[in-house]
């Protein structure tokens, strides 16, 4: 069983609306390209959560299931509008089955890394495979890491510094392992930590999990809006489709 780091004091405060992620310009594109890749097929999001996807992928007709680990989230989504069309699975997405074929399975925001393993990555593949019905696409957006970048022997990148936030990535390179720590504070003396450990694969390193898993890349792109994806890319979209 995967751990929880999602549980009821993260779930109540996860909702921040004026984060970018719960935008137009972000969330118009990741449902417009789900609902064509789901046709008039149901859909499944592994890791559910609060249903910043879910929900508005919903309005637009497409038959919504999900995956959660956390009881906590899915009670925030049980609280908003429109939420009684979609059926949620308390459960693990290495290991969690529900009934039905699906046309679409996607995971989003970098939450394939939650999964600090390379074998419980995997094993998110066969989820996604085990729930697909032949022609049905598996989509993943995370990022790309940031390597690179770095100078020879450091191990940490700052993501976001503003007043009320610090953000830094922290890599170790021998294990594939990072974790992303959080400073938060809302009067800008005071801050609070938290952090949350991730496993980074390289889209190289999907793609072969997808072959594991019986299903084979069809598209990447470097965001939701289908903008090509380079050497300069920070994250892709991927999409592997079961023959």
Same mark, same amino acid.
């Given at each position: 069983?995967?751990?929880?780091?999602?549980? =009821?004091?993260?779930?109540?405060?996860? &909702? &921040?609306? /004026? &984060?970018?992620?719960?935008?137009?310009?972000?969330?118009?594109?990741?449902?417009?390209?789900?609902?064509?890749? @789901?046709?008039?097929?149901?859909?499944?999001?592994?890791? *559910?959560? #609060?249903?910043?996807?879910?929900?508005?992928?919903?309005?637009?007709?497409? =038959?919504?299931?999900? *995956?959660?680990?956390?009881?906590? !989230?899915?009670?925030?989504?049980?609280?908003?509008?429109?939420? &009684?069309?979609?059926?949620?699975?308390?459960?693990?997405?290495?290991?969690?089955?529900?009934?039905?074929?699906?046309?679409?399975?996607?995971?989003? $925001?970098? #939450?394939?890394?939650?999964?600090?393993?390379?074998?419980?990555?995997?094993?998110? $593949?066969?989820?996604? @495979?085990?729930?697909? /019905?032949?022609?049905?696409?598996?989509?993943?957006?995370?990022?790309?890491? *940031?390597? =690179?970048?770095?100078?020879?022997?450091?191990?940490?990148?700052? $993501?976001?510094?503003?007043?009320?936030?610090?953000?830094?990535? /922290?890599?170790?390179?021998? #294990?594939?392992? !990072?974790?992303?720590?959080?400073?938060?504070? #809302?009067?800008?003396? %005071?801050? %609070? =930590?938290?952090?949350?450990?991730?496993?980074?694969?390289?889209?190289? /390193?999907?793609?072969?999990?997808?072959?594991?898993?019986?299903?084979?890349?069809?598209?990447?792109?470097?965001?939701?809006?289908?903008?090509? $994806? %380079?050497?300069?890319?920070?994250?892709?979209?991927?999409?592997?489709?079961?023959?």
């Amino acid at each position: 069983m995967l751990p929880n780091y999602f549980d =009821r004091d993260v779930a109540e405060r996860y &909702d &921040d609306t /004026e &984060d970018a992620m719960f935008s137009p310009e972000v969330l118009g594109p990741t449902v417009d390209l789900l609902a064509e890749l @789901a046709g008039d097929r149901p859909a499944l999001e592994l890791a *559910i959560g #609060t249903g910043r996807v879910a929900l508005p992928l919903s309005e637009r007709g497409v =038959r919504v299931h999900g *995956i959660e680990l956390s009881e906590a !989230m899915v009670d925030q989504l049980r609280a908003k509008p429109g939420a &009684d069309r979609i059926e949620v699975a308390i459960g693990d997405m290495t290991s969690a089955r529900v009934e039905g074929g699906f046309g679409l399975v996607y995971l989003v $925001f970098n #939450t394939i890394g939650n999964v600090t393993t390379q074998d419980g990555q995997v094993a998110v $593949f066969e989820t996604a @495979a085990a729930h697909l /019905e032949p022609g049905g696409c598996f989509v993943i957006e995370t990022g790309v890491p *940031i390597l =690179r970048r770095l100078p020879s022997g450091e191990r940490f990148a700052v $993501f976001d510094h503003t007043d009320g936030h610090v953000g830094v990535d /922290e890599y170790d390179v021998a #294990t594939q392992l !990072m974790w992303s720590h959080h400073y938060t504070s #809302t009067d800008a003396t %005071t801050y %609070t =930590r938290s952090s949350l450990p991730l496993r980074y694969a390289w889209p190289a /390193e999907l793609d072969l999990m997808a072959r594991i898993a019986g299903l084979r890349l069809r598209d990447r792109w470097s965001d939701w809006d289908r903008s090509a $994806f %380079t050497g300069e890319s920070t994250k892709h979209v991927s999409v592997w489709v079961k023959p």
